[in-house]
DNA sequence: CAATCAAATATCCTATAGGATTTGATATCG
DNA sequence: CGATATCAAATCCTATAGGATATTTGATTG
């Protein structure tokens, strides 16, 4: 499943969809925690809500079920999907710990030099935020460093890969954003240690340096838990 | 409160469906070969040939295409999922190398005794299959085969492995049904020392053995292609 | 005959309505 | 007072209808 912004490209852009509107809405919201992880969301409050009809909301949360973001129970409608407990964090690092270390291999084998360039210009302006700033601050934090691990998810040469981390993604933002996540210098320096492996095209050492910066994040996380 | 007939503990039956089941039409359907990939697929028409509505029958393709089983285009409608090519295919087995040989050394860890027996048994069902070589022996073989995987993985620990591996599988099961693969008497061997390793708790072995087991089978697949 | 254009048909997308079920509030009983 | 039953409102699920778009058919022209 792919982000819900990537329609550009298209020249010839057909009538939007209003199911599409609906589910960009509805990501927005969900992103944000204006809708509460766990609570109910009606469909015919939509309705009043949005001023459109049943139909496109309901295809819309569809997709948001499909994308893990809601959650649907036969005659009891959608609710947000739940807050990600620890032992669920877990899984996904066991994930990420596999399929993130591969493309970090894969990419330094492959990329380009105009990649490299563009990888290391999201690098410096992740470097550029503060740590310990407000909460603001870290959302173009989050925003850069999900771009950065996505960049090289994406040119690591397996769609399916960066399809599957990008479902991954979404729910560690969303866990990140209730935490009240900050940037951090450790981050930065664990994201040079990569840079350079990828810049000498050593894929053994991407993969090492993706594998330590993985383990680092995660027990930064496991804090929240205490 | 409570029904008078619900004694049966979790199997609280609610009305069924509708979309549930057009879901499960057209599931069948397809991983059957009844709709051929790539063809096209109607709302209309199938609101003609099953007798329902376009509400479910929307909801049940909204689902599918979460799968990967059938794509949409706005204004344009529903397409059953192309067959897999041969890069698909390597990005599947490129994953299943990560997952699977995880799961494998995961569930050697900690396997019950109940669970080897009945893995035992599943092995035992398809080295009894092995000597048919009719396209509806393959079938079952097949199954057993999906089966087997699919137990390790269920069991690995990690949900999302799973959940992962599950999504790709379908996709598989259609490759092979579509070019009638044969073989299995090199994957019973295979399975066979998977299974040692497993009864004896060797993580390692384990993931070697599946390594060398999906490096086999990829090979053996790709042959589709010359 | 091939290519182009126009009308007719098929299909998609959205809106609306109504039956079925759940949920929440009120009343009743022990 | 607490628990249960009853009724009303909210909500879900499905059916149907109609406007918008795509596709096919048929006619016209070079």
Do not use: W
Request: hydrophobic fraction near 40%.
């Amino acid at each position: 499943m792919r982000r819900p912004d990537d329609t550009a490209g298209e020249m010839l852009r057909r009538p939007i969809s209003l199911a599409n509107e609906v589910y960009e809405a509805l990501y927005g919201q969900l992103m944000s925690l204006k809708i509460e992880p766990g609570s109910r969301i009606s469909v015919d409050q939509l309705v009043r809500s949005l001023g459109v009809s049943q139909t496109p909301i309901r295809e819309a949360l569809s997709r948001l079920e499909a994308q893990g973001l809601v959650v649907k129970q036969h005659l009891l409608g959608f609710r947000a999907a739940d807050q990600l407990d620890r032992a669920r964090l877990n899984e996904i690092y066991e994930m990420r710990m596999m399929l993130e270390v591969f493309a970090a291999g894969r990419f330094a084998e492959r990329r380009s030099k105009a990649e490299l360039k563009e990888l290391r210009s999201l690098d410096n302006e992740m470097k550029g935020i503060d740590a310990g700033q407000s909460r603001s601050a870290y959302g173009e934090f989050a925003k850069r460093d999900a771009a950065f691990h996505g960049f090289m998810a994406k040119r690591c040469g397996n769609e399916l890969v960066f399809d599957t981390l990008n479902r991954f993604h979404i729910h560690v933002h969303l866990f990140r954003l209730h935490f009240h996540a900050r940037a951090t210098t450790d981050a930065n320096k664990e994201h040079e240690q990569l840079m350079i492996a990828v810049e000498n095209g050593n894929a053994a050492a991407a993969e090492e340096a993706m594998r330590h910066h993985l383990e680092r994040s995660k027990s930064r996380f496991e804090g929240a838990f205490e």
